[in-house]
């Protein structure tokens, strides 16, 4: 049996391959003798026929877990596996040597190994989570820590981590163990545990954004999607920014940044010299075009990135 694991949600995938073990571990071989990984760099022919061609111990099967093997490597080294693998077809249904290819990244430059496997393996591929299925893995896990997560606090969360599930769930197990048990996961408690993401050039942005400078705007919103933040993630901040920016523009003037209960004093400090730069109507005629995005996100009514250029675009005709 040979499973090809790969996609850029290293996190679901890494659990897909925990299971497979765990299932193994129950129900072939509880010692874990029979348990081998192998990295790519260091895999040889001989390596190929120790694996999968000798017997295993005092188990009907072996389970070799082939890291990062796909990559560029030598001929003979992937004329082995193949090989080895069409063997192993020939074996009894379940004495056969359970294979997993498991690829952080599913390599572009194909070989004999990778034509192999898409054709003949289990393929999970895992993608990035967004939007509605992001929000529902999310009430899952919390689930399965029976807890519930309201909606503000769940839209608080997710801008915290965006789509990275390794900080998702870090966030979540901190959370679960700072609740008493059977207690719901509100705004206030994610405000207080969660880790709050800063990052200054996303007030350069803000800036750019609420001036309709689209010659400054677009390149920046690049730029962030480059670096592989979720745009619901983007938005999400893009929100909570203007947010905070209504509540300065109508606080009392003064030379001192008010205190804004919830809000981390690092964002007040950071967006109190725009607060006045920029009038009421302005900042909430963006933030209701904001909210259409981030709706429009949510039902996938449109690519992320021309939905995300379009609003930049409206941006710079408010007047």
């Avoid at 022919?45 to 389970?63: I, K, N």
């Avoid at 545990?193 to 996303?202: L, M, R, T």
């Avoid at 109508?250 to 007040?268: D, F, K, Q, S």
Wanted: glycine share 6%; with cysteine.
């Amino acid at each position: 049996m040979v499973f090809l694991i790969t996609g850029p949600d290293t996190y679901r995938a890494r659990r897909k391959l925990r299971e497979l073990k765990d299932k193994f571990l129950k129900e072939v071989d509880p010692s874990g003798l029979n348990i081998h990984t192998v990295i790519g760099p260091t895999l040889t022919v001989e390596g190929v026929r120790h694996h999968l061609e000798s017997q295993p111990l005092l188990a009907r099967r072996r389970f070799v877990i082939f890291e990062n093997v796909l990559s560029p490597k030598k001929k003979e080294v992937i004329e082995a596996l193949v090989a080895a693998l069409e063997r192993e077809g020939n074996r009894k249904e379940g004495e056969d040597n359970i294979a997993i290819f498991f690829e952080d990244d599913e390599p572009t430059a194909k070989n004999k190994l990778h034509s192999w496997l898409i054709k003949h393996a289990h393929l999970l591929r895992f993608a990035a989570l967004q939007g509605h299925e992001l929000a529902a893995w999310t009430e899952d896990e919390w689930r399965r820590r029976g807890r519930q997560i309201d909606k503000r606090a769940m839209r608080r969360l997710l801008a915290s981590t965006g789509n990275d599930l390794w900080q998702l769930s870090g966030e979540i197990k901190k959370i679960d163990a700072y609740l008493e048990a059977g207690a719901i996961v509100d705004e206030k408690t994610v405000i207080l545990i969660a880790k709050e993401p800063f990052d200054d050039n996303i007030f350069a942005f803000t800036d750019a954004v609420l001036n309709g400078d689209l010659k400054k705007s677009a390149p920046m919103l690049m730029e962030h999607l480059e670096r592989e933040m979720a745009p619901q993630q983007l938005v999400a901040l893009l929100e909570k920014q203007l947010r905070v920016l209504l509540l300065l523009a109508e606080a009392p003037a003064g030379r001192m940044p008010p205190t804004l209960p919830g809000i981390h004093p690092y964002m007040v400090r950071k967006l109190w010299p725009l607060a006045k730069q920029y009038s009421t109507a302005r900042l909430k005629k963006i933030y209701a075009d904001l909210g259409q995005v981030d709706v429009d996100l949510k039902s996938s009514a449109g690519d992320a990135k021309t939905l995300l250029l379009t609003f930049l675009t409206s941006c710079s005709k408010v007047s």
